[in-house]
């Protein structure tokens, strides 16, 4: 199975609008861009996946083509493992690209090998369970009532659970939106909250005392994923479990001291941003040594999306799988809606990803092909 070609489309959405408060960089969003690879081999076989491309599909692209096509052809798309280590010397060496890069390549190569095998891409890595439940994720939003009334919709269209992203500017603030979305949920509908890392250490226990008397599943970035000491000195702290490591690049090695030294009580990874299924499984395989949990990060767009619940599939020390709210802003790329019904999504049973990309959106999406 030689790779014979990559192909690297560069693609923007304009149906999906953002204010900059929704992102907090205060710079508005008037379409998603990304990325479509293709991998193409000797035997006719293809796989296709969207890749992130942050605020620019061009600029992305043209880094992929240099440095990726390249690396992988000419190499046996079923010689994955060897792939990631290759590939892991040479980012080092000169590349050195976004994190985002790699991951959806690793993906196709995946997806080829589930093929292959005519097996579903999630029993293909090994089966762990055929379903999961699902938590939304906010935007940032304006007040406290706008949350409240976000996470009553999310509760009442089924979803198990709903985390919070303040705006981070204030403290008192933050807080009063935590308190808000609590009350207006009730007792038992689960929470969490990613704040994103605008705090001090100081800011951030006093965060996560609310969220203990609030009854919050989780505290997840409230600092900088890199800093190490003191979110160790904070999860030591605090009774609600920290979570995080989700930005950090180069999984697993950039987590191993997480796991290894307790500095959070849950690491994040996904097959988007953590070198792709086989980084991201790494990281879980480790955490799991440690009875410790890998809480998988959203991957943004659906079709990497489906990928991710592959995983969620494959794993057993995950508990959740995540997506943005609103979920029709980034329902595009796939023939059929994600596989989710009742707040529980189920995984397919047909071999490889077990949906058709939606190839007439994605040609009226291409800007350029590179």
């Not at 006719?44 to 096509?69: E, I, T, V």
């Not at 949920?185 to 689960?190: E, I, L, N, Q, S």
């Not at 979110?231 to 702290?237: A, G, P, Q, V």
Request: with cysteine.
């Amino acid at each position: 199975m030689q790779i014979t070609e990559l192909q690297i489309r560069c693609c923007r959405h304009e149906g999906a609008a953002f204010s900059g408060a929704a992102m907090r960089d205060g710079m508005a969003r008037d379409g998603l861009e990304f990325l479509v690879y293709t991998l193409v081999t000797q035997s006719g076989h293809k796989a296709s996946m969207f890749g992130f491309a942050g605020r620019s599909a061009l600029g992305a692209g043209h880094m992929a083509a240099a440095s990726l096509r390249p690396f992988l052809v000419g190499r046996n798309a079923l010689d994955r493992e060897l792939i990631w280590h290759d590939w892991r010397v040479a980012d080092r060496w000169w590349h050195h690209v976004p994190i985002y890069l790699y991951g959806p390549l690793d993906c196709c190569l995946w997806l080829l090998g589930a093929e292959a095998a005519s097996q579903p891409l999630w029993r293909y890595i090994g089966g762990a369970r055929s379903s999961i439940p699902v938590y939304a994720s906010s935007p940032i939003l304006p007040d406290a009532s706008a949350y409240a009334t976000e996470a009553c919709a999310v509760r009442d269209a089924g979803l198990k659970a709903y985390k919070i992203h303040p705006p981070g500017k204030s403290l008192e603030e933050d807080i009063e939106i935590h308190r808000a979305v609590r009350s207006a949920v009730g007792a038992k509908f689960t929470l969490m909250s990613d704040p994103v890392a605008p705090y001090t250490l100081e800011e951030a226990i006093k965060l996560g005392r609310e969220l203990e008397t609030l009854d919050f599943l989780w505290l997840e970035e409230p600092l900088p994923d890199e800093n190490f000491s003191a979110l160790r000195e904070l999860t030591h702290i605090l009774d609600i479990p920290v979570v995080g490591t989700e930005v950090l690049a180069k999984h697993p090695y950039s987590v191993a001291e997480c796991i290894a030294g307790r500095v959070v009580d849950a690491v994040r990874a996904d097959v988007s941003w953590s070198g792709g299924i086989t980084g991201a499984l790494k990281t879980a395989r480790l955490a799991e040594a440690f009875h410790m949990n890998c809480e998988l990060h959203t991957t943004i767009f659906h079709p990497l999306e489906l990928v991710n619940l592959h995983l969620c599939g494959a794993v057993k020390n995950n508990t959740y799988f995540e997506l943005l709210w609103p979920m029709d802003i980034y329902s595009f790329g796939l023939r059929e809606p994600l596989p989710i019904a009742n707040g529980i999504a189920t995984l397919p049973e047909s071999p490889g990803l077990g949906a058709e990309l939606d190839w007439d959106f994605i040609e009226n999406a291409t800007i350029a092909v590179v």
